[in-house]
């Protein structure tokens, strides 16, 4: 064997030069192919982030408009109600309208000065030339009507709101101008304004809500677009209602609130640019054109800084104009940039974020160079404690041990290892010895332990066996717990219909008019002489008997409508006692299997939460199948529907009364029968879809947890299933009953 020192230095180093140009190679190709993939990977995210970024702002962008869009299609509901209204009483209207306006020397109608305070009050103005017929009058004192209704609420969100006529009339309310109308000149013209054109019929077939492109108003000097809808009464244009909505929050929202090392514009596309970073808009009276003031270095200069910037953004507003139908995200790659574009809903305006490639790459580039500098430490590391390792000495002892190992494998403990050595192979020995002679001291005390191993094991059995029957006892008083809880949970569901039918019954007979009775009765009892003169001669006697037969009707339809009441209420309080019925399964009860209508038993639920339905304004659809009977629970079946359409009805009571919807379908699916219930309100959160069916889980603030849980054990009791799907908060929500699908027929 030769000495230590001769081995060490020459075995360690070349072992060391060969494993670690092996790592080195590793490492240098993992270290590419992470740089890789971070590089995809962060790319990918911040385009992302930024397309998000583009559509959260378009959504909060494109609010006002929206509203603008709905107040418009109030005010034409209302107004085409006013006109009708006031053509029933024209003899009324032009008194009316004397009285509200006045004409002028000039040959103008306006609103008095004397009588009308801007700030509050909605002004008008008529030209010479407009012939004040009685239709005209209509058409006018409606639309002032409407305007003083709504106007001052609008007025909230928007400086202006008004009406024009096809006729060059103008009616508004503009209280930061309460002269405005007194400053028209006589010759005013509404007719010169592009929201004018863009309501007549020819220029507005689809009479469709229109915006115009943004102008500076000359009396306030601030930048506006105004937007306009087309107001038709049977099949002519009457007038057209109009906002004016400021935009000076919106361009300084969309120049300074952007992405990081990006930024964002806004433009129409007809090429009308509304805001860019570089766009200079003071002393300017109208708006810059993309395409073409891009051929006019000297406009592109003084409102863009450059020509340059011009045919930038000119290839902006190409490339959004090209993309396909849906897509968000473009490239520019002759300038190195990212697009990401959107449409704000009403104008139709093009909200874009451009960030320069570098801004997209740079996280990717950091973090790669972070991923090479550990690789390269990570190297060196390695390399540090292979040396450390190999410098020890791997010869002859090695197999020594291997031979010492094999042999204390085998029980013989009787080794020979040379501890005299003065390094590390030295120290193993001497412990390796040690270790032998501990093993074997352990194996003779392990034998004797085992001597009184089955004495410990059969005392364990039997404290195992005390603390199993403790067990059984508190499982069984938590289950009588939960069918009380459960029992509670679904008569309360039922006991809020039984009251709420009673309550509709007593509304229903408190609103019964008995008292029509006792008057009839009366009059005829005053002309009981001449109860036959009275009857066919008299106003009142002639309209005595149809009052009657109406009367009779109206109170057999009570009557009617209170016996079907009080039939609900029974069949609610039957239910109580079927609930009962189920809930006996779990005392170990058999189960009870009888002949079912499937469609029947859903209406059944529906009927049983019908007064909670109507409170709430619930509209019911079905989709039922026409299914022949099967062999299941009915009670429980029951109890689970009912839940169902309870829960569905509080989950729409966010959504608006008009829009809530239940959809219950019935229909039979590879053997099984699916009944579902669907809302459309406010939806199941991912994270809360494993949770549904917890015991004591809810997320109403009244609610108990009880109810879905219940029914779930129920089904699986069944052989069936309760499943739940959702597409996200604020999206509804659908319960699923899976049952066996056994008819009659069959089972015959």
Not at 67 to 73: G, P, Q, R, T
Not at 568 to 579: A, L, N
Not at 604 to 628: E, M, S, T, W
């Amino acid at each position: 064997m030769q000495p230590s020192s001769n081995l060490r230095a020459p075995l360690a180093r070349s072992t060391l030069l060969k494993m670690g140009a092996r790592i080195g190679v590793i490492i240098a190709l993992s270290t590419l192919f992470s740089y890789l993939h971070m590089l995809h990977t962060l790319r990918t995210e911040v385009l992302e982030r930024m397309q998000q970024h583009v559509v959260e702002r378009g959504e909060h962008e494109q609010a006002i408009f929206l509203l603008a869009e709905d107040n418009h299609a109030l005010f034409k509901k209302a107004l085409k109600e006013r006109v009708r209204e006031l053509q029933q009483h024209e003899e009324e209207v032009s008194a009316r309208f004397d009285k509200l306006f006045v004409r002028r020397p000039d040959g103008t109608v306006r609103s008095p000065p004397e009588t009308t305070d801007g700030t509050r009050m909605v002004q008008a103005f008529i030209p010479p030339r407009v012939s004040l017929d009685i239709g005209f009058r209509t058409r006018f004192l409606a639309v002032y009507d409407v305007l003083s209704w709504y106007a001052p609420v609008f007025h909230v969100r928007f400086s202006t709101t008004y009406v024009t006529f096809p006729e060059g009339a103008i009616a508004g309310f503009w209280p930061t101008l309460p002269t405005w109308i007194q400053e028209l000149p006589p010759d005013f013209s509404v007719a010169s304004y592009e929201d004018f054109s863009l309501a007549l019929p020819e220029n507005n077939p689809q009479r469709r809500t229109a915006w115009t492109g943004i102008f500076k108003e000359v009396v306030s000097n601030l930048w506006m677009t105004s937007v306009t809808t087309p107001v038709d009464l049977d099949g002519r244009h009457i007038a057209s209602v109009g906002h004016d909505v400021l935009l000076g929050e919106l361009m300084t929202r969309t120049i300074n609130d952007h992405l990081p090392g990006g930024y964002n514009l806004l433009f129409r596309d007809d090429g009308q640019l509304i805001a860019h970073p570089e766009l200079k808009l003071e002393g300017a009276t109208s708006a810059y054109n993309i395409p073409s003031n891009t051929g006019q270095p000297e406009a592109a200069a003084r409102l863009l800084g450059s020509a340059e910037k011009a045919t930038h953004l000119r290839a902006i507003f190409e490339r959004v104009k090209s993309r396909q139908p849906g897509q968000t995200l473009l490239e520019l790659p002759e300038y190195g940039e990212y697009v990401a574009v959107t449409q704000l809903r009403g104008p139709g305006w093009n909200l874009a974020t451009v960030l320069p490639e570098q801004v997209v790459s740079q996280p990717a580039l950091l973090a790669a160079r972070y991923v090479l500098l550990l690789g390269i430490l990570s190297l060196l590391l390695e390399l540090a404690i292979m040396y450390q390792v190999l410098r020890q000495q791997i010869t002859q002892p090695l197999h020594a041990f291997i031979q010492a190992t094999d042999k204390v494998a085998t029980g013989d403990f009787e080794v020979a290892l040379d501890t005299a050595r003065r390094d590390e192979l030295g120290q193993l020995a001497q412990s390796f010895r040690l270790m032998a002679d501990e093993v074997q001291r352990r194996e003779v005390a392990l034998r004797q332990a085992n001597e009184g191993l089955e004495q410990r094991v059969e005392e364990r059995t039997r404290e195992l066996k005390d603390v199993h029957l403790q067990l059984v006892q508190t499982a069984r008083r938590a289950g009588m717990a939960e069918i009380a809880t459960n029992v509670l949970h679904n008569v309360g569901n039922v006991l809020n219909s039984v009251y709420t039918s009673a309550q509709m019954a007593k509304e229903r007979m408190s609103g019964m008019r008995l008292e029509h009775v006792g008057r009839v009765a009366h009059l005829i009892q005053e002309h009981q002489e001449d109860l036959s003169t009275f009857l066919t001669q008299d106003g009142r006697g002639r309209h005595l008997m149809p009052f009657l037969d109406k009367l009779g009707q109206s109170l057999v339809e009570d009557r009617q409508e209170v016996v079907s009441l009080l039939d609900d209420v029974g069949r609610y309080t039957e239910h109580i006692g079927d609930i009962v019925k189920v809930q006996q399964n779990y005392a170990r009860i058999p189960r009870v299997h009888e002949q079912v209508s499937l469609p029947g038993l859903l209406e059944d639920a529906l009927r049983i939460n019908f007064a909670g339905l109507v409170r709430h304004q619930v509209k019911v659809q079905r989709d039922i199948a026409p299914l022949p009977p099967v062999m299941t629970d009915k009670h429980k079946t029951l109890m689970i529907l009912v839940n169902l359409v309870s829960n569905a009805k509080y989950a729409m009571d966010e959504v608006a009364p008009s829009e809530r919807l239940l959809t219950v379908k019935l229909e039979e699916v590879a053997g099984r029968v699916h009944m579902s219930i669907h809302d459309n309100g406010m939806g199941i959160a991912p994270e809360m879809l494993t949770r549904i069916f917890q015991y004591g889980f809810t997320t109403r603030e009244e609610g108990h947890g009880f109810g879905l849980h219940s029914s779930a054990i129920a089904a699986q009791e069944m052989d069936g299933s309760l499943t739940v799907h959702s597409d996200g908060p604020g999206r509804g929500a659908t319960f699923t009953l899976e049952l066996p699908y056994v008819p009659i027929a069959m089972t015959g």
